[in-house]
Nanobody, 124 residues
């Protein structure tokens, strides 16, 4: 049974940091590209970052480049998103997603498995 479970969300102040984690099971994690998406109230789900199956290539949305850092541990089947210098516009539900294959991609339609999301709220 496939499971993708996010954790680490919360309420922080602008300028603070937060670390999100994603625990995956039920599929061959090391063969999957992983990604973070987010969805703010009243907005469509948007791409944040993806990392290839080996963890060698990451592709960041422009607005988070330099502030967010993605990593993965294929031995532990975990994905991590370190978020620094958070601002109000980062407020959203953050989703972890998995896509079979090694290449990074920004389209949510290309992702096979999704978690339920974790709420990140940044107060200004």
């Amino acid at each position: 049974q496939v499971q993708v479970v996010e954790s680490g969300g919360g309420l922080v102040q602008a300028g603070d940091s937060l670390r999100l984690s994603c625990a995956a099971s039920g599929f061959s994690f090391s063969r999957y590209t992983m990604a973070w998406f987010r969805q703010a109230p009243g907005k469509e789900r948007e791409y944040v970052v993806s990392i290839d199956a080996m963890g060698t290539t990451a592709d960041y949305k422009d607005s988070v480049q330099g502030r967010f850092s993605v990593s993965r541990d294929n031995a532990k089947n975990t994905l991590t998103l370190q978020m620094n210098s958070l601002n109000y516009e980062d407020t959203a539900v953050y989703y972890c997603a998995a896509r079979i294959g090694t290449g990074v991609t920004r389209s949510p339609n290309n992702y096979n498995f999704w978690g339920q999301g974790t709420q990140v709220t940044v107060s200004s």
